[in-house]
């Protein structure tokens, strides 16, 4: 693959510092501890046939490949190494041993350890490196863990993996680490790592392990009208200078660019789009794929240009709630599909107008409820069956009047409950009624089980003249009665995800082609930080295979960093990441099975007719390049 310096690559990393938890350079006081499990020094008998080793559901790995990329560890990092070693070893029969291990995870068991580092607690930071073993990590890991006081300690996992990926072990050693700092993690697969020195590499400089690098104190930047000067200590020689500009924490602007320091060792570029940011970070994306912080503003001196910039544009937020559209008592109990839910002031609302209002307070704008002209019944069943009658018969409800100007809205978010696994027919009235055409559409859902359904699918066939985003989905179950911090979280993890700051503004996506064969398809690539890093990697071409009648998978050469959680279902045209095995997916049909047992990232969407994808082969190289 034709390897491409990307200078939008590294907005995965820009997104996930909005708080300013920039990469720091390692603390050379730091201690360091490299734990590792490895099955080869755990096991008793003949190990001379364990290449043979095979992955099924234990995932057991073979030979020492824990053991080398603790090495590779402590090259870089000069940390002390320690082998995790059980009293009673594993057999080297991979049944016997898969038979142990299977038995040890349905018990939550903690094997008994030979012996723990001397004076465990000293250790600053600890890398703690194994084989996946049933889609976590072994249970003498867990053992090792809660054998000391993690709080406040950094700890680091890195694990050699068959098909299943990392599994759960991240989340498993949160779990088993309260008040421990939990670092981005490592996975490779088991056949790559002899060659995964490089990749180490480049996952140990993200995390500030990294000695070869300007620190991010050892340069200046000075910063006036528009243009920026970058005084470095080191010679800097066709890197990707990257300049993150943010206000109140928020990441409003990225500008980037190819360059040298000259004989005096600066850098001076002209730079635009940071006249409301109250702080600039400079990073460089290193010959070695890695960021590196440079250097950060300490006041943003940048000057307006006296062009009058456009006005930002304005968004309607609308939304369709069974609560407003049923004469519910004030004592009704929440069901599921009503999902009522008692706010402070002791009102009604429903999932859905949480859901809007958590948009609406993030993008501004202006906020307004679909409306029916004749109500809902109280009755749950009694609302199923009407809403079965309307789809069936085509029924578009009458709604009552909305005091909006639809002409005053570029970007129009549209919200509500999932019926019948797919937009209440209000909903499709709201959109027969207003003229959406040249608009911004972005839904977003809450249900009870059944994710999005075909929604959006229906929501793109009605606006078929708007450009519609990448929706969000919220179980029902996750508003009524809870905290609803994780859920705003969440909506501004998506909005962020959608290039949407506060007022609306929209960034671009970016036209793609997805070539198979002699067929050409069109699609887009979002601007996430997911999809910028993909972006980064075309023209690709991926070994992608069938699977289920919905997708075609395969995997990519090079890890992309993961921003946010992702989903466990998907909308048909979906272009995906999955972090947990590193493949790239496109989903094409909705199936009897439209839950995922791995969570997937929304990195854009194939735009052309899929019914192509019903027509190809159980294997397909599948390549994706830019349009233009």
Same mark, same amino acid.
């Not at 996952?203 to 050892?218: H, T």
């Not at 009704?332 to 009102?347: C, H, K, L, R, Y």
């Not at 997911?530 to 699977?547: C, I, N, S």
């Not at 272009?575 to 989903?587: D, E, H, M, R």
């Given at each position: &693959? ?17 708080s ?14 490299i734990?590792?499990?490895?099955r080869?020094?755990?096991?008793v008998?003949? *190990?001379?046939? &364990?290449?043979?080793d ?5 995932s057991l ?9 603790a !090495?590779?560890i402590?090259?870089? *990092? ?5 082998s995790?070693?059980t ?9 016997e ?7 040890e995870?349905a018990? !939550? ?12 607690n000293s ?7 194994? $084989?996946?073993?049933c ?12 054998n ?7 700890i680091? $996992? ?16 949160k779990?088993?680490c309260?008040?421990?700092e ?6 490779v ?17 993200q ?21 920026v ?9 066709d890197?990707?200078?990257?300049l993150a ?5 928020r990441l ?5 660019r ?7 060792l600066?850098?001076?570029e002209?730079v635009?789009?940071?006249? !409301?940011?109250?702080?600039v970070?400079?990073?460089?994306w290193t ?7 440079l250097?950060?503003s300490?006041?943003?001196i940048?000057?307006?240009n006296?062009?009058?910039p456009?006005?930002?544009s ?10 407003g ?6 004592d009704?109990d929440?069901t ?7 706010? !402070?002031?002791?009102?009604?609302t429903?999932t859905?107008?949480t859901?809007a209002k958590?948009?609406?307070?993030a993008v501004?704008?202006?906020?307004a ?12 069943n009694?609302?199923v069956d ?7 018969a085509?029924?578009i ?7 909006i100007d ?11 409950p999932?019926?019948?696994t ?9 959109m ?5 055409s ?5 839904p977003f859902c809450?249900?009870d089980g ?8 229906e ?6 003249k ?8 919220i ?7 809870k ?8 909506v501004?993890?998506w909005l962020a995800?959608l290039?949407i700051?506060?007022g609306g503004?929209?960034?671009?996506r970016? $036209?793609?082609k ?12 979002n601007?996430?930080p ?10 690709v071409?991926?070994d992608?295979v069938?699977y ?9 050469s ?6 946010t959680e992702?989903?466990?279902n998907f909308e048909?045209?979906?272009i *995906?990441?999955?972090p947990s ?7 094409y ?8 047992? &791995?969570?997937?990232?929304?990195m854009?969407m194939?735009t052309?007719?899929?019914s192509v994808?019903?027509e ?6 599948i ?6």
């Amino acid at each position: &693959m034709k390897k491409l310096i990307s200078f939008i690559t590294i907005l995965g990393i820009l997104f996930a510092m909005v708080s300013f938890n920039t990469i720091q350079a390692a603390n050379e006081d730091e201690k360091i501890l490299i734990a590792y499990f490895s099955r080869m020094e755990n096991s008793v008998g003949d *190990t001379s046939d &364990m290449d043979a080793d095979a992955t099924t559901s234990a995932s057991l790995i073979s030979n020492a490949n824990t053991e080398m990329i603790a !090495n590779y560890i402590k090259e870089q *990092t000069d940390g002390e190494l320690f082998s995790i070693l059980t009293a009673e070893p594993y057999s080297s029969d991979y049944d016997e041993c898969l038979s142990r291990a299977q038995r040890e995870n349905a018990e !939550n068991a903690r094997p008994t350890l030979k012996s723990m580092p001397e004076d465990i607690n000293s250790y600053d930071t600890i890398f703690i490196g194994f $084989p996946d073993w049933c889609g976590t990590c072994p249970m003498a890991i867990f053992t090792f863990l809660e054998n000391f006081d993690t709080k406040g300690k950094k700890i680091i $996992p890195f694990c050699a993996h068959g098909t299943s990926g990392l599994g759960t072990s991240v989340n498993d050693i949160k779990y088993v680490c309260p008040g421990a700092e939990i670092e981005n993690a490592f996975g490779v697969y088991r056949d790559d790592v002899k060659n995964c020195e490089a990749d180490v590499l480049k996952w140990l400089a993200q995390l500030g392990y990294d000695n070869d690098k300007p620190s991010i104190n050892d340069a200046q930047m000075s910063l006036t009208d528009n243009s920026v000067t970058i005084k470095a200590t080191k010679p800097i020689n066709d890197a990707a200078l990257i300049l993150a500009g943010y206000t109140n924490g928020r990441l409003v602007n990225v500008n980037t660019r190819k360059v040298s320091t000259d004989s005096n060792l600066e850098i001076k570029e002209n730079v635009t789009g940071f006249e !409301n940011a109250d702080m600039v970070k400079a990073f460089l994306w290193t010959g070695l794929d890695s960021m590196q912080p440079l250097c950060t503003s300490k006041e943003v001196i940048i000057k307006a240009n006296d062009n009058t910039p456009p006005a930002a544009s304005k968004s309607l937020t609308v939304y369709f709630s069974r609560v407003g559209n049923t004469d519910y008592s004030s004592d009704v109990d929440a069901t599921t599909s009503a999902s009522v839910v008692v706010n !402070n002031n002791g009102n009604l609302t429903g999932t859905t107008e949480t859901i809007a209002k958590m948009i609406q307070s993030a993008v501004g704008g202006d906020i307004a409820e679909i409306q029916t002209v004749n109500k809902y019944s109280t009755d749950f069943n009694e609302v199923v069956d009407k809403n079965h009658e309307e789809i069936n018969a085509g029924t578009i409800p009458a709604l009552l009047p909305m005091n909006i100007d639809m002409s005053e809205y570029d970007t129009v978010f549209i919200g509500y409950p999932i019926w019948a696994t797919t937009i209440p027919q209000a909903v499709r009235s709201f959109m027969r009624t207003y003229d959406l055409s040249g608009k911004t559409v972005i839904p977003f859902c809450t249900h009870d089980g059944y994710g999005s359904g075909r929604s959006y699918t229906e929501i793109k066939n009605e606006c078929a003249k708007s450009t519609v985003l990448d929706g969000l989905t919220i179980p029902a179950a996750d508003i009524v009665g809870k905290d609803l911090t994780p859920i705003s979280d969440r909506v501004n993890s998506w909005l962020a995800q959608l290039g949407i700051n506060t007022g609306g503004e929209k960034t671009d996506r970016t $036209p793609i082609k997805i070539t198979i064969g002699n067929i050409v398809l069109d699609g887009y690539l979002n601007n996430t930080p997911e999809a910028e890093q993909f972006k980064a990697m075309l023209p690709v071409t991926v070994d992608m295979v069938g699977y289920g009648g919905r997708e075609y998978y395969g995997g990519i050469s090079s890890r992309i960093e993961d921003s946010t959680e992702g989903k466990l279902n998907f909308e048909n045209g979906d272009i *995906t990441y999955c972090p947990s095995n590193n493949t790239v997916a496109i989903f094409y049909a909705q199936t009897s099975r439209p839950n995922l047992t &791995m969570r997937v990232i929304s990195m854009g969407m194939v735009t052309s007719d899929l019914s192509v994808f019903d027509e190809l082969g159980s294997s397909e190289d599948i390549t994706f390049s830019l349009a233009n």
